[in-house]
Every structure is written in structure tokens, then in C-alpha cells.
């Protein structure tokens, strides 16, 4: 409850401050004159970089003649507002603010700026300010800087991976600061070429993007690769990088069928034929018998169960295929016994039995023919 009460006490203040700032601006506005300024709601940067502000404004024509005068540009924070043009904005105030400085051409309403040596504590809603000694006036609309210690993640963008198709894979990165852009590429390569390239937003800020060009393969289907943002900056005399990893799904056609069987191979017995394929999209498997050189369809599934009989006998093949091709298995030959295992084991118990009654019946007659011998008349003496 407590926290909640604190939470709502600063959500409070930071209204009564946003209504005070307005109040203020707008009361000027209306007294002097419409300025109207073109810059990006939001900008984001790095602390310890640069911030390219991209400015662009208007002045009603009675005010024009104050672009001659060498006019001044601030931008003022919102939460130092209150303290503006009072004797309690002090030097420790003014060291809380960027150093700014104006790039645009004023003459040609161009109030590109640029902040330095940014901090997280410069993290605020800023206003456009033009004055001269006679005039002021500033922009009723704030734009919101966030300071970050760390680098925002690079965006991605990677179409439809088929293979032997030639594709670009791009990686895009902002670059708020011109001065000092981040070095944007990709590991692995995969074998490609990688072009860095400078681009403008619509918005007027400027991105640093790393195209990849390559040729898919199969053996890139579920490869990760990364999306690397270097800045110059360091961090612990470490290179300050984000990335992001993406995950490659290449399309190609089946790559290899193959057949395995489950079940012993009796007749009467349940026989499993499952056809597996290494192919993206998963393949459709069909199924074909062979005999006497005679194909015959038999089912469309991934795997394809029967009772053995005798008419199952002969080559079975699976063909696999996607939208981008087909490919057949080696052909699995399938032979059914004219007997089930049942049989087959009370035949195998007989024949032993038989084998083992007919050596018992030799062992017995090696042993009673030397107790016949044993059994003649001893030989007179004389």
C-alpha cells in the first residue's frame, strides 16, 4: 500500500510539472507568435555518445526577420522547468543539461541539433526554444530522449529461405550518432558476401544496416546465425555490442527416404513399414507395391501397417514429396512364409524332439554292444 501511495504521489507531481511546463509554453505561444516544429516524438541513444536531434521549423512571417539576428536555440528540459529564468537555476542546474549544439541553418528554418557526452541522467522530455534579444518563443510539443547504458537490439529481416535461391539477409541498426555509428554484420557469413550501407529514416535519423547475400542450402535449414551491433564505445574496456540471433528455415525438397520395419515378418503377424525423409516443408509420403514388376499404390501416410499374408509379399517403396520435388526410397523386399511363427515353433519343437530321440537311441546302442562282448565263454586252457 505503501508503494502504491509513492507511486501515485510522483505520477501526481509529474502531471502538476507537465501542466505547469504547457501552461507556460502556451500562454507564450499565444502571446507572440505560432512556431511550429517538425522532430521525432521519441530518440533513443547511448550514454556516453551523441544525439543527432533531426529539427526542421516554421515562424509566422511577422517573426521571419528575427532569423537574421542571429537567434539563439536551446533545448529545455521538462524537469528543470520550474526553475528557468528564475535566480534559482544555478550552475549545477545548467551542468544537469547537454551539451547542445545547432548544426541546421537557422535562415532556412533548419534546427538540426546535436547533444554530446550524453548520460542516463539526461534521459527527459526536451523543447525546441528559439530566441533573440527582442523575441522567444518554444515549441508546445516535447521530444522524449532516452539515455540507455546499453545498445538497443538490432532489427532483422529475412524472407523466405528456398534453396539455390539467392536471398538478402538484413541487419539494421540505429545510428543516433553520426559521429560515431556502430560497425553492423553477421556471423557466420555462410559462405555470402556482407555489404554495409548507410541509411536515412523518414524521420530523419539515420540506421546502419549489413546485408547478407548467399545462397541457401539445406545444410543451413535450422542454423543460427547473429546480428552484430559493435559500438565504439567501450564498457570495462570491453566492446559495448548487442545482438540478436535468428534461426534459419531453408525450403528444399526431400534429401533422403528411407524405410524401416517393426515386427518380425511372419504370416499373421502386425508389420509396421514407417517412411521417414529429411525435407522442409515435411513431406508427403506415398506408398507403392511392387510385384512382378507391377507397381500398385497402396496409401498415403507417414507410416503404412498390415496383417502378414501371403499376398503382402514383394518391394515396397515410399515416395516422399513437398512442393519442391520428390524422392523415392531403395526398395524394402517384404517375404511372407507360407507358415506363422506359431507353427513354425511347434514344427522347430518337433524336429528337436526327433533329434534329440534319435541321439538318445545312438548313445544307447554304443553303450550295449560292449556288454554283449563282455558276455562270451572264456577260452579253455590245456
Not at 513399414?273 to 501416410?301: D, I, M, Y
Request: hydrophobic share 35%.
Amino acid at each position: 500500500m505503501k508503494n502504491y501511495l509513492s507511486s501515485l504521489q510522483m505520477t501526481l507531481r509529474m502531471f502538476a510539472a507537465d501542466l505547469l511546463v504547457f501552461s507556460s509554453i502556451l500562454s507564450a505561444a499565444w502571446c507572440q507568435s505560432g512556431l511550429k516544429v517538425s522532430y521525432p516524438k521519441t530518440l533513443n541513444s547511448t550514454s556516453g555518445s551523441c544525439l543527432l536531434i533531426p529539427c526542421l521549423f516554421n515562424i509566422s512571417k511577422e517573426k521571419e526577420n528575427i532569423l537574421e539576428s542571429s537567434p539563439v536555440v536551446t533545448w529545455r528540459r521538462a524537469s528543470l522547468w520550474n526553475l528557468y529564468d528564475t535566480v534559482n537555476f544555478t550552475n549545477a542546474h545548467r551542468q544537469k543539461e547537454p551539451v547542445v549544439e545547432v548544426l541546421g541553418d537557422l535562415r532556412k528554418k533548419n534546427c538540426t541539433s546535436v547533444l554530446r557526452n550524453l548520460s542516463s541522467q539526461h534521459s527527459d522530455r526536451y523543447f525546441f526554444r528559439i530566441q533573440t534579444t527582442t523575441f522567444n518563443t518554444t515549441e508546445t510539443t516535447a521530444v522524449n530522449i532516452n539515455v540507455s547504458d546499453s545498445l538497443a537490439e538490432p532489427d532483422v529481416t529475412v524472407p523466405v529461405l528456398r534453396e539455390g535461391e539467392e536471398v538478402n539477409l538484413t541487419c539494421t541498426a540505429p545510428a543516433p550518432c553520426p559521429s560515431q555509428p556502430p560497425n553492423v554484420n553477421w556471423a557466420p557469413a555462410l559462405g555470402g558476401d556482407v555489404t554495409q550501407r548507410t541509411q536515412m529514416n523518414a524521420d530523419g535519423t539515420q540506421s546502419l544496416s549489413a546485408i547478407l547475400k548467399f545462397i541457401p542450402s539445406f545444410h543451413h535449414h535450422e542454423l543460427k546465425v547473429n546480428c552484430v551491433s559493435i559500438h565504439p564505445l567501450h564498457r570495462d574496456d570491453r566492446p559495448l555490442l548487442s545482438h540478436k540471433t535468428v534461426i534459419l528455415s531453408v525450403e528444399y525438397p526431400p534429401k533422403k527416404t528411407w524405410i524401416s520395419v517393426s515386427g518380425s515378418v511372419w504370416l499373421g503377424n502386425n508389420v509396421t513399414l514407417t517412411c521417414q525423409s529429411n525435407a522442409n516443408p515435411p513431406a508427403v509420403h506415398r506408398w507403392f507395391l511392387k510385384r512382378a514388376g507391377v507397381e500398385e499404390e497402396l496409401n498415403v501416410s507417414h507410416v503404412f501397417s498390415f496383417t502378414a499374408a501371403q499376398n503382402n509379399t514383394g518391394e515396397y517403396i515410399c515416395e516422399a514429396h513437398n512442393r519442391y520435388g520428390a524422392m523415392n526410397s531403395t526398395n524394402q523386399q517384404i517375404t511372407v512364409p507360407g507358415i506363422s511363427f506359431t507353427g513354425f515353433l511347434s514344427i522347430l519343437a518337433v524336429v528337436l524332439l526327433l533329434i534329440f530321440a534319435l541321439l538318445i537311441l545312438i548313445i544307447y546302442r554304443r553303450y550295449k554292444e560292449p556288454v554283449r562282448s563282455n558276455g562270451n565263454s572264456p577260452i579253455p586252457h590245456h
